[in-house]
């Protein structure tokens, strides 16, 4: 049976959300920076991404902490904005910009690794729960100087923690975001796992 047009009326502001945080999420500040700085194309060299911790790699820690709010931030505007109309929207919208940043249309579909967008959506959500995402990736980072372990067991707690201080759907989208972000990062795993892994602040060939 077709949906009666009131639900019609429900679904298209939602998929609306969607697809003005995908488009807002799939802007590539780090490779547009890394340009702009003269650095060239981020993505030939380190990982390959257009992340944060790989315009680390350029040598400019100014340009890699700006990529980090405007990741970051890309997906709290989503948040925001959506919030405007409703929750739903908002966490829609959150979503996708999260995917945006991961699979940008203009970069066929391969951007970033997602967790300075994660931590932006869910600061906005939540922010107590983004808050602790952020302390724990700084504590394991501290602790152990890689930062893809500490991007994953800091998105690993994300979930939780959206759930104790937030609720279900909040849980939820972390979930899903958090399920993305260890697909992307399975060649982290693997060299972590074999010992391999570069440490934070390791030099690395382009």
């Not at 679904?11 to 609306?16: D, H, Q």
């Not at 999420?25 to 981020?42: E, H, Q, W, Y």
């Not at 931590?119 to 100087?145: D, K």
């Not at 979930?159 to 975001?177: D, H, R, T």
């Amino acid at each position: 049976m077709l949906a009666s047009l009131g639900d019609l009326t429900y679904f298209w502001p939602l998929l609306a959300a969607v697809v003005f945080g995908y488009l807002l999420g799939s802007i590539p500040f780090g490779l547009v920076l890394t340009r702009l700085a003269g650095l060239g194309d981020v993505r030939a060299i380190g990982s390959g991404s257009i992340g944060a911790t790989n315009v680390l790699r350029t040598g400019n820690k100014g340009l890699a902490a700006l990529t980090v709010l405007l990741d970051g931030g890309k997906g709290a505007v989503a948040v925001f904005l959506g919030a405007i109309y409703s929750p739903d929207m908002a966490l829609l919208a959150g979503g996708g910009a999260f995917i945006g940043h991961l699979f940008p249309l203009w970069l066929k579909f391969k951007g970033g690794k997602g967790f300075a967008t994660f931590l932006g959506v869910l600061l906005a959500a939540n922010w107590p729960a983004g808050l602790l995402c952020c302390l724990t990736w700084l504590a394991v980072a501290l602790l152990r100087r890689y930062s893809s372990l500490a991007t994953l067991i800091a998105s690993l707690a994300g979930p939780g923690y959206a759930y104790w201080f937030g609720n279900l759907q909040i849980m939820e989208l972390a979930a899903f975001m958090t399920v993305l972000i260890f697909i992307c990062h399975h060649q982290n795993i693997h060299r972590l796992l074999i010992g391999t892994e570069t440490k934070i602040g390791a030099k690395t060939q382009a």
